[in-house]
């Protein structure tokens, strides 16, 4: 037998049992036919065999994003960028102008990925600020955490918001003294604007392609999908996996950022569970939303937040309403998970998740919990038991890490803890989040492994895990978390051959400067998807 491909002289990080570290790897239809030494892996070389010569570099198994907002990611390089670079109120207006004239009047004009706390004016925008781009469009402009947005008062009618009109279960509608409505949405207000103002069909498809060849450039080669626009969007998604404009990998979680709870009754209806589909695009977990943001802030805590007493967040539901959605679609054959962020919301998954298996057991049930933010010691012990799979954002410490001690206090030593998780063996899955945060696999592992944020200010420190720890919770464990472990995440025989390729080594770059390091190579499937330099 030979390879259609070998790729050697190199640092193989296998993320195998005995975490080996070898020098080369033969890939054949698909998969990986070998890994070893060079002397091992050259012997399967043929006369068609394509070489690469690593010439000292690092090979990893492709990076599993496992909670990205895949579609979110791309339909946000549709929309205006209000956070590269943007300081001021004024040059988020700028921006938006541009974009307005460019624009029909009536249609919507979309911002992303505003932060107050990065802003000149240290403050949300406001509708009145939002009216001085134009009053012939609507305009959603959605903060970085996608929990809070801004309209303008052409979007409040378009809405059919007034100031009468009740705040949402979940959700606030923020008022000025007077009573009337600022345009800042908060929680289950703001996704209602999010559903409202979505992008048409075929620029979803259009910015699935985008989303696609921008993450195959950071070396991700699967996502768990952690919803948007719901039924939708899940549609549009397997046609662009079934019509090859997505190579990515997916795990397809049920969810819908505005009612994800109808989108669960009804999947449970229509019989589908978890694991549906095929190596390309599979049905996920069951989802719901249970609290807020952790840089908003929004999470729900047990405690009231530290930056202000009298404020402990936001909850979507009621722990019977959590316990009967998720319990249902558990008892249907769903793994189950949450978006539980504050240590009141993750309590809530954790009751829920208990009581699910003590009414209806279930063998390697791999129910997660998405983020799990604040984890104390009570918790962490919980979810130990109940073998519960966490799936923390380490990367989030690189841009919101302040805010966090801020607002938080010394709970930011039990905020996404990973070195907890490895000392106690829960498997831990790591997720960017993004397009709340960067999706660059790297900054992930350089804050699992540093918990230092952008300026260099350490945030929680004692959660720091080793760098093959960080790389492992970055691949095998995400195909743990979507119960794919034997299929991908490690390079061992007869895995699926998604490979990344970075343009130097790992093991020997400092861990301050793992940023400096970037993919040369992606590999799906044996088929080479990304490329530097072409």
Known sequence: MTADHILFNGEVVTVNPADEVLEAVAVEDGEVLAAGTDEEVLRLRGPETEMLDLGGRTVLPGFIDAH?????????????????????????????????????????????????????????????????????????????????????????????????????????????????????????????????????????????????????????????EAGGYGPDQMRILQQAVAGGRVRTRVYAMVCSLHESEEFVRKMVEAGVTTGLGDERFRIGPAKVFTDGSSSGPTCATR????????????????????????????????????????????????????????????????????????????????IERLGIVPIPNPAFFYEFGEGYTVNYGDRVDHMFPLADYAENGIVAATGSDSPVTSANPMQGIYCAVTRKTLSGTSVGASQRVSLLDAVRAATLNGAYASFEESRKGSIEGGKLADLVVLDGSLLSTPPEDLLSLSPALTMVGGEVVFEAGR
């Open 68 to 224: 990205i907002h895949f579609l979110l990611y791309g339909t946000n390089r549709l929309g205006v960028d209000c956070k590269t670079g943007a300081s001021s109120l004024g040059e988020i207006q700028d921006r938006l102008a541009d974009r307005a004239r460019q624009t029909p009047p009536g249609e919507w004009v979309r911002g992303w990925g505003y932060n107050d706390t990065k802003l000149a004016e240290g403050r949300h925008p406001t509708r009145e600020d939002l009216d001085r781009v134009s009053t012939e469009h609507p305009i959603v402009l959605v903060r970085t955490c996608a929990h809070i947005s801004a309209v303008n008062s052409r979007a409040l009618e378009v809405l059919g918001l007034t100031p009468e009109t009740p705040d949402p279960d979940g959700g606030t509608r923020e008022r000025d003294r007077e009573g009337r409505l600022t345009g800042v949405l908060k929680e289950t207000a703001h996704m209602q604007a999010f559903q409202e103002s979505r992008y048409p069909p075929e620029e979803m498809v259009e910015a699935l392609t985008v989303a696609d060849r921008e993450l195959s450039s950071l070396g991700i080669t699967s996502v768990h």
């Open 303 to 382: 405690e009231p937040y530290t930056s202000d007493p009298d404020d402990s967040g936001i909850l979507y539901y009621t722990q019977k309403e959590i316990d009967d959605i998720l319990g249902d679609a558990h008892r249907h054959g769903f793994q189950i998970t949450a978006h539980a962020v504050g240590d009141r919301g993750v309590e809530m998954v954790v009751n829920c998740i208990d009581k699910a298996l003590r009414e209806h057991p279930r063998e390697d049930h791999r129910h997660r919990i998405e983020h799990a933010g604040m984890v104390p010691p009570d918790l962490l012990r919980r």
